[in-house]
């Protein structure tokens, strides 16, 4: 399942919290349109889970993941860098402990 760093967790909960969505705001990490290079993950604001979405909630954070990237996800891990008022979202392998 995906996890996320204390980063990843900290953004996340501060964008929920100033997004104004009800009920339960979160990340949402789905696949984007097809280009010709790839299919690139969407990461954006939502008030809640769609219906077939896994909830990962890490750290005090809640994201949701789509089906359609939820096994490419399910080793990885959400990171961020926090550079005055813009995040910036990374997914990286798990390292083993």
Partial sequence: ??????NAAEAARQLAADSGLEPDPGLRI??????ASGTP??????SGPHE???????????VYVGDDVAGF?????????IEGDRVRFRIGTARAA
């Fill in 73 to 81: 996800l399910d080793d990885k891990v959400l990171d961020a860098a």
């Fill in 30 to 35: 789905s696949a984007g349109e097809p280009t």
């Fill in 1 to 6: 399942m995906l996890s996320l760093t204390d």
């Fill in 41 to 46: 993950l969407e990461i954006t604001l939502a």
């Fill in 52 to 62: 077939s979405d896994q909830t990962v909630q890490d750290g005090g954070a809640t």
